[in-house]
Structure formats: C-alpha cells, structure tokens
Nanobody
Framework: DVQLVESGGGLVRAGGSLTLACAASGITFDAYGIGWFRQAPGKEREAVACISPSDGSTDYVESVKGRFTVSRDNAKNTFYLQMDSLKPDDTAVYYC???????????????????WGQGTQVTVSS
C-alpha cells in the first residue's frame, strides 16, 4: 500500500520556523514529485509549493516565496517543506500529495496527484 505520512506540524509564534516532513512508502520515490497544499478554516484548499520528479524544479505560491522551501531526500524517501518567517495567515492544515507528473507546477490539476497524506496542523500565533 502507498502511504504518505506527514509530520512536523505544531504551534509556533509569528516569525518562527517549522519543517514539515512527508515520508513516502509503497512508491518508486524518485519517480514522484510532491505538492504541498494547505487549507485554512473556512477557506478553499490551495497549492503552496511543489517539486518535480524530473529535474527537481520547484514552484511556490506568491505568498510564500522567499519564506518556504520544498525539498526531497531520496535516501530517506522523504519530502520536506521548510517554513520560515511564519505568519498567522499561514495557519492551516497542510497536506502533501504525490504525483508522477514530470514537471510539477502549481497549475497542475489536482487530479494529477495520485496519493495524499492525512494532513498536519500548523498554527501560527501573533
């Protein structure tokens, strides 16, 4: 079975940092890229960042550019989202999703993501 298990969420003060991890099993890891999504209460889910399987290229939503970094560790079968300079508006449930779409960008339709994690809560206090 394919599993994506997220970890690293929590409560942090504005300006602080968190690193989310998405551990993958049951997939050929280097054939997949990851998208990070978030959903705040009362809001639609939005794509935040992604990294392609083909060349490791990345894409970010404007609101997190310069603050968030998506990466992968093929040796550990794990994707990461490093989040710095966190703001209260970053508060949301964060999800990772795996896709074999060769060149991931934020505009890639969500049905191209084959597997989803369970989500992890990130809360940023002011």
């Amino acid at each position: 079975d394919v599993q994506l298990v997220e970890s690293g969420g929590g409560l942090v003060r504005a300006g602080g940092s968190l690193t989310l991890a998405c551990a993958a099993s049951g997939i050929t890891f280097d054939a997949y890229g990851i998208g990070w999504f978030r959903q705040a209460p009362g809001k639609e889910r939005e794509a935040v960042a992604c990294i392609s399987p083909s060349d490791g290229s990345t894409d970010y939503v404007e609101s997190v550019k310069g603050r968030f970094t998506v990466s992968r560790d093929n040796a550990k079968n794990t994707f990461y989202l490093q989040m710095d300079s966190l703001k209260p508006d970053d508060t949301a449930v964060y999800y990772c999703a795996a896709s074999s779409f060769l060149t991931l960008r934020l505009w890639v339709p969500w049905d191209e993501y084959e597997y989803w994690g369970q989500g992890t809560q990130v809360t940023v206090s002011s």
